[in-house]
């Protein structure tokens, strides 16, 4: 109990210290009305963001797995430029559209191919969110050698805990849901180092759990008989899913599901990110590039 109350004292002055720098007070920016899971899982995202680019130099990404190009967005908002990869085209134009102004000044580049048949130029971080629970035991060991050789940071988004294994991932094409064990294997297997490695969204997911695994069976129930290749590309990671109050909701949310009205849970998040009923995993890698990073930097600089 002692742990816990000195936690949330940290939490809350570290967080009321940071959130008009990472999140801002208002809500003009969010136009588009994200899942709640999703809102938590930004707000993480914008602080490593904060830190990778003020502290290490972040300034180029590839998104693997870009889809409509929300997460993208984020990224060339927050200044970086980069690339994203996809194999499905509807997506990628979804994605073009979407990201038009930094595609014209030459900051973005959207490429709908085979992202381990490409040649890749080194980057700074190579991001995916909720994309590599796509992929089958041997893609994602290409995964992990290929990003090992061209980042100096990897950050992955997924789904956690095999206990919630439910009617989603049996739509969506997924292979697995991971621990946090999964990912100390990994960084053992490629040299990574594990810069930030958190659960997100708990309590908050778990809480509307029941409510998502409803939603989902009424409506795509059907595309268990599909194969995993077929389900992906139907997958939210695909672009093509929408499920009304899942991932889908009307304008007029925007004013209950918002940065400001989160913040609490965002709290939570942070007290409760080593919690192993978290239902997201944040893990960041830096590989055996990393360290040359911000030398490199001064020296183009100077």
């Not at 801002?24 to 938590?40: A, H, Q, R, S």
């Not at 300034?59 to 499905?88: A, M, P, V």
């Not at 089958?136 to 095999?162: K, N, W």
Request: glycine share 6%; aromatic share 12%; net charge positive.
């Amino acid at each position: 109990m002692h742990r816990l109350v000195e936690n949330l004292f940290l939490c809350f002055f570290e967080s009321a210290k940071d959130f008009k720098r990472y999140h801002g007070l208002t809500m003009k920016k969010d136009t588009v009305v994200y899942p709640p899971g999703t809102i938590l899982q930004r707000m993480h995202l914008k602080h490593r963001l904060h830190d990778l680019i003020r502290n290490h130099g972040v300034r180029t990404f590839i998104e693997f797995g870009s889809g409509d190009g929300t997460l993208s967005s984020l990224l060339l908002s927050s200044g970086l430029s980069g690339r994203g990869y996809d194999l499905n085209p509807e997506v990628c134009e979804l994605n073009r559209q979407r990201n038009r102004a930094f595609i014209e000044s030459g900051k973005y580049a959207v490429l709908n191919c085979n992202f381990f048949e490409s040649q890749p130029e080194k980057v700074d971080v190579v991001i995916s969110s909720h994309v590599v629970e796509h992929l089958s035991v041997e893609q994602e060991e290409d995964y992990y050698t290929m990003v090992s050789r061209i980042a100096h940071f990897v950050i992955c988004l997924v789904p956690a805990g095999m206990r919630y294994w439910g009617i989603e991932d049996e739509t969506s094409g997924h292979y697995h849901r991971y621990s946090f064990r999964d990912f100390v294997e990994i960084a053992g297997r490629y040299n990574f180092v594990i810069r930030d490695m958190r659960g997100l969204t708990f309590p908050l997911s778990n809480l509307l759990l029941k409510m998502s695994n409803h939603l989902v069976a009424k409506q795509e129930s059907w595309k268990q008989e599909l194969s995993k290749q077929e389900q992906t590309k139907l997958s939210p990671s695909g672009g093509a899913k929408k499920i009304m109050f899942k991932t889908h909701f009307p304008a007029w949310l925007r004013f209950f599901l918002n940065r400001l009205t989160m913040y609490p849970f965002y709290l939570l998040q942070k007290i409760f990110r080593r919690s192993k009923r978290s239902m997201v995993i944040y893990c960041e890698y830096g590989t055996a590039l990393q360290p040359a990073l911000r030398g490199l930097r001064n020296e183009t600089q100077n």
